[in-house]
Structures are given as C-alpha cells and as structure tokens.
C-alpha cells in the first residue's frame, strides 16, 4: 500500500531565506506527483506537477525534483516571503488508477 | 482557469438527518473526486466518478454515498449523518492523468 510521508511537519523561517521540503513513498510505481498548497480554511491549490518521466519542474521561485527510484521528492522555495506562508502537501497517483495518496503536510511559516 | 465551486462553505446538521454536498466543475473534466480532510488524518478519498453514471470507492466509503447525473456535477450525500462525519469536505475534478483542481471545502458540523 503506498504511503507518503512529508519532513518536516512543521518550518518556521525569517523571510528572504531558501528552504527545502521532503516528500518520499513507499511504492516508485508512480505516475506523477503533485505539490499543492493550502491556506487555513481554504482549499487546495496546485502548484506543481512532475510526471514520472521527468526530473523537475519550474514554477517561478519555486522548484520541484523527483527521484523515483529513491521514493523522494523535494520541493524548493527560494527567497521565502511571509505570503508563502500555508500548508504544503504533496501527493502521487499510483500508476494503475487516478486516486492522489497525500502526505500529512509540512505547515510553513515565514516570518517577517 | 478551472472552477470548482462547491455548494457551501460552512453548513450545520443534525444528527440522522440526509445531507447533500454538491460540487460543479465548469472545464468538461471526466473525473471528479470527493475527500475528506481531518487533523492528524489528512486528506482521504471517500469516492470519485470518471464518467457519467460511474463511481467508485475510495478508502472510507462507509456511510456514504455519491451521485453523478450530469458530467459537471458530483454529490456526495450522507445517508444519515453521525457526529464522526463531522469534517471538512473536499471536491475535486480533473482531466485524464491531469492535476486535480480544488473547490474551496464544504466545512460539515453534525450535531
């Protein structure tokens, strides 16, 4: 059964820094994964997605990487801001069917 | 940009009673989903449907039920509503292997 897992749960950073999340899984038997984001109370936003046939993907100050073999993926914020200050939760799609597997999440708080 | 709009952000019921949920996406997906969210528990898949008149069961299902008559409009209805049902409410919807785009959330207080 795959399980996600996000380190750490929680990240408080002054602003301006850059700072790294952790995402792995159990299965490599992956389609894609996806990072979102979520504000309290609010719902998901996606911000990135890696299909499994790539490396990283790009999205402003933001980076994602995969390393499917590992079970790991890394999401990258450079030059943190007290906007990007929410919920970070990342989730796979198994390869044989739709459904997202989610991690618990890494809260984030950018001080300013 | 893909909406998802969910019926309602906040909403109050009693226990036993019948409760319906309802979400429209407005972007023609095939696939529409519906998760539950609790601390501790993250989010969790109750149903999802990748066609008209399709579904099929996520992980907790039990005292659930869904309903998909239009390919822009999934419900989820609660049989007969218990205090542990008591969440918040996620729909999404995508294309094929696409992202999966949010609603807002459904906040659910049984009483």
């Known amino acids: 059964k795959q399980e996600v897992t996000q380190i750490p749960a929680a990240l408080s950073v002054p602003e301006g820094e850059n700072l790294v999340l952790n995402c792995s899984f159990t299965?490599?038997?992956?389609?894609?994964l996806q990072w979102f984001r979520q504000d309290p109370g609010k719902g998901l936003t996606s911000l990135l997605l890696?299909?499994?046939?790539?490396r990283e993907q790009t999205s402003g100050r933001l980076n994602a990487s995969l390393d499917k073999s590992s079970g790991r993926s890394t999401l990258y914020i450079a030059a943190s801001q007290p906007g990007d200050s929410a919920t970070y939760l990342c989730?796979?799609?198994?390869?044989?069917?739709?459904?997202?597997?989610f991690g618990s999440g890494t809260r984030l708080l950018v001080r300013p | 940009d893909v909406k998802v709009t969910q019926s309602s952000r906040y909403l109050v019921k009693r226990t036993g009673e019948k409760v319906f949920l309802e979400c429209v996406q407005d972007?023609?997906?095939?696939?529409m989903f519906w998760y539950r969210q609790d601390p501790g528990l993250g989010l969790r898949l109750i149903y999802f449907?990748?066609?008209?008149?399709?579904?099929e069961k996520g992980d907790i299902p039990e005292g659930y039920s869904v309903s998909r008559e239009k390919k822009e409009r999934f419900s989820l209805i609660l049989e007969s509503a218990s205090t542990n049902q008591t969440s918040m409410y996620l729909c999404?919807?995508?294309?094929?292997?696409?992202?999966?785009?949010f609603g807002d959330g459904t906040r659910l207080s049984i009483l």
């Open positions: 999404a919807s995508s294309l094929s292997w696409s992202p999966q785009h």
């Open positions: 449907s990748y066609d008209v008149k399709m579904k």
């Open positions: 299965d490599s038997a992956i389609y894609n």
């Open positions: 972007m023609d997906h095939e696939n």
């Open positions: 890696i299909q499994s046939s790539q």
């Open positions: 989730a796979v799609i198994a390869s044989s069917s739709y459904k997202l597997i």
